[in-house]
């Protein structure tokens, strides 16, 4: 842009209101600023209606050039600011994604729960408005969770969950499930590695409405240092997502899957028709369903009888005074897998009992049993098997099994009634539950009387009704749930004492 010259402008031209030179007196091409600064008490000065008035000093030229140098200054300080406006933006954008922070390390400012007398609640971490599922890597000391970062995008967090302090952070990302449902959470180990996974199910094309278009997308986190590794296949139905073993299993809820590996994220489909039925095993064929993965291959059941494929098979692994074609698997946990048997025919208390018992997934050899009172009405569901942080000891219901001292409990009175739901196990064998629960939902949602349990002795002991049990345990940490009165929901740490 080109500076006006003197003879741009009329002689004797001033401001007017519209912004433009109007012919009339208000400064001369000889007038000058005065030394004041631009205005003097009996000089010129600025007036309403944006125009100068009075004695004012100064040519047009002058007074260009030093309204040029203000716009000049101005400029520069709007730059500045800005650029240091866009830093802290981008910086927060890397960190959170939002205003607020997720986690507090003070829980001093969070109400503090009533908890075992094992856990220290004055002490430990809290995440706020989370998702219902979180994960945990035991041996790289994370748990991950998700948290929303926009209206329908979502972010994986991890923290120490010793600490609280913050991990790495994943980057935001659309699943296929509708804005109002979280994805869904868990976590794998292979190797020595382990990973955090998550998952949706839906069309990448909404308005598509084909059930062949829908696929299962997963994003498989390194749980150490948060590299990700994006997955999707085709799927049909609804499906079921674990990672109780070394690899990713989505399968129908049948004998149709797809086994992931959490390393390279190949795929591979097994049909029905490629399970390996053991010959002679009629049973296997009936209601077959692919239960997980283990080092060895497939964990597939029937009606009854179950059997690895390309590995072992049940009815060569029994527990004793069982009978040998009756095997049902439960669940699988740290490379073990729970099952339920029938007693011998023979035997007097075949009608009122069964045995659980602990395989080893590796080869299926039998590690701990105990005999169970059957109940009068069969569960919904089977009971889901927990791992302490160092795998010595599982529950599952009113099961505990020590494994080092191959010993099993079954917590309940003698004629079946007040059975125990375990909730949590840590690496001590102190294991926290609920006497007359419905399940581990219920126990944890304050149903039935709380209890803890030293699995050493295997001796329950009463808690005072209001204490709130642990969701899980990490290392060193229980895990506590509560949902606050404007229903958000609240995930926090308590260090254990000693």
């Known amino acids: ?281 009629k049973e296997c064929r009936k209601l077959t369903e692919v239960h997980g993965v283990t080092a060895k291959g497939l964990l597939v059941g029937g009606a009854k009888e179950f059997w690895v494929r390309g590995g072992w098979f049940s009815r060569q692994s029994a527990p004793k005074d069982t009978d040998t074609a009756s095997g049902v698997p439960a669940s699988m946990a740290s490379g073990y897998i729970l099952a339920k048997w029938q007693k011998k025919r023979a035997a007097k208390d075949a009608r009122t009992h069964e045995v659980w018992a602990v395989h080893d997934a590796a080869n299926g050899k039998v590690v701990a049993q105990v005999r169970c009172r059957k109940p009068a009405i069969n569960p919904a569901e089977d009971p889901r098997l927990i791992a302490s942080p160092d795998g010595r000891f599982l529950i599952a219901g009113r099961l505990a099994f020590d494994l080092d001292a191959k010993k099993a409990y079954c917590f309940e009175e003698a004629d079946g009634t007040q059975p125990l739901t375990l909730t949590t196990v840590s690496d001590d064998g102190t294991a926290y539950g609920a006497v007359s629960a419905r399940n581990t939902a219920d126990a944890l949602a304050g149903g039935g009387n709380p209890v803890m349990v030293d699995l050493t002795t295997a001796t329950p002991e009463a808690l005072a009704t209001n204490v709130r049990l642990p969701s899980a345990e990490a290392s060193g940490v229980g895990l506590f749930r509560w949902t606050d009165s404007k229903d958000r929901p609240h995930l926090i740490g308590y260090p254990r004492r000693g």
Not at 187 to 192: E, I
């Open 1 to 281: 842009m080109r500076r006006p010259r003197p003879d741009d402008v009329p002689s004797g031209g001033r401001f007017s209101r519209v912004g433009r030179f109007s012919r009339g007196s208000g400064f001369s091409r000889g007038s000058r600023f005065s030394r004041g600064g631009g205005y003097s008490p009996g000089g010129s000065r600025f007036r309403g209606g944006g125009r100068f008035r009075g004695g004012g000093e100064g040519t047009i030229r002058q007074r260009i050039v030093r309204l040029t140098l203000v716009v000049g200054v101005i400029v520069l300080a709007l730059l500045l600011l800005l650029s240091t406006c866009g830093g802290n933006k981008a910086a927060k954008t890397k960190d959170d994604g939002a205003a607020k922070k997720a986690v507090t390390n003070v829980v001093d400012r969070a109400p503090r729960l009533s908890v075992p007398d094992g856990y220290d609640a004055a002490r430990g971490w809290e995440i706020v408005d989370g998702s219902p599922d979180f994960a945990l890597a035991h041996d790289t000391n994370r748990l991950a969770y998700l948290e929303r970062a926009g209206a329908d995008r979502f972010r994986l967090r991890t923290l120490d969950p010793e600490t609280g302090e913050r991990g790495w952070d994943g980057e935001p990302w659309r699943p296929l499930f509708t804005p109002d449902r979280f994805p869904r959470l868990l976590s794998v180990a292979k190797d020595d590695q382990e990973y955090f996974v998550t998952w949706s199910y839906g069309k990448l094309d909404p308005d598509e409405l084909r059930p062949a278009d829908s696929i299962v997308s997963l994003d498989i986190y390194n749980a150490a240092d948060g590299s990700r590794l994006r997955v999707e296949t085709p799927w049909v139905d609804a499906p079921k997502v674990s990672a109780a073993g070394p690899a990713i299993l989505i399968s129908d809820g049948k004998a149709t899957s797809a086994v992931i590996d959490p390393e390279t994220g190949d795929v591979v489909k097994v049909p029905p028709g490629s399970l390996g039925y053991p010959k002679g095993c």
